[in-house]
T-cell receptor
Framework: KAGVTQTPRYLIKTRGQQVTLSCSPI?????VSWYQQTPGQGLQFLFE???????NKGNFPGRFSGRQFSNSRSEMNVSTLELGDSALYLC????????????FGPGTRLLVL | GENVEQHPSTLSVQEGDSAVIKCTYS??????FPWYKQELGKGPQLIID?????GEKKDQRIAVTLNKTAKHFSLHITETQPEDSAVYFC?????????????FGKGTLLTVNP
């Protein structure tokens, strides 16, 4: 099976802009989780989607949002970018019911200037 | 919420030696503890996980032990090899019981010297 894929792999934006990141889970997986990884804060949970519904949410401001499509692919959006949003954004997929093991993609490296 | 503390932050060993990384957690209701390995430029890769109804799990050179009473779990790597060099993260489910909402430790940079 193909692994979790994320696009784009690298992105440069300026403050105030918005960005959309995409994640395709492993075939058959219905749960997609998003994490932010920074040197200072480490890996932090953003949100999790299952069957097109947000099932869990982390402690991030409303500028961070996501959605999931009927084919389980997911997108996350960050509006009004700030310098502190520079990070590696990781997507993880899991079966979703009866199987919570999360498999990560390679991540999208976002740099905000 | 769940708090996961991981030690040490860096660990240097000689090839062939063993490496041990320890994590403690705060939520006694936590029941799922994965370990991930992250190499430079890549996403975290699951290497082993354990559930709270098991005290130990092994997979070749890797083992994880869980002490529910003390609320800590450890990763053991035996016969280390240079390719084991990476950052290792432990994780536990966030409070509220969802195993899909993981709280990660700060990571351990393991260096295996040839």
């Amino acid at each position: 099976k193909a692994g979790v894929t994320q696009t784009p792999r690298y992105l440069i934006k300026t403050r105030g802009q918005q960005v959309t990141l995409s994640c395709s889970p492993i075939s058959g997986h219905r749960s997609v989780s998003w994490y932010q990884q920074t040197p200072g804060q480490g890996l932090q949970f953003l949100f999790e989607y299952f069957s097109e519904t947000q099932r869990n949410k982390g402690n991030f401001p409303g500028r961070f949002s996501g959605r999931q499509f009927s084919n389980s692919r997911s997108e996350m959006n960050v509006s009004t970018l700030e310098l502190g949003d520079s990070a590696l954004y990781l997507c993880a997929s899991s079966v979703g019911q009866g199987g919570e093991t999360q498999y990560f993609g390679p991540g999208t490296r976002l740099l905000v200037l | 919420g769940e708090n996961v503390e991981q030690h040490p932050s860096t660990l240097s060993v000689q090839e062939g030696d063993s490496a041990v990384i320890k994590c403690t957690y705060s939520d006694s209701a936590s029941n799922y503890f994965p370990w991930y390995k992250q190499e430079l430029g890549k996403g975290p890769q699951l290497i082993i996980d354990i559930r709270s109804n098991v005290g130990e799990k092994k997979d070749q050179r890797i083992a994880v032990t869980l002490n529910k009473t003390a609320k800590h779990f450890s990763l053991h790597i035996t016969e280390t090899q240079p390719e084991d060099s990476a950052v290792y993260f432990c994780a536990g489910p966030n409070s509220g019981g969802s195993n899909y909402k993981l709280t990660f430790g700060k990571g351990t940079l393991l260096t295996v010297n040839p």
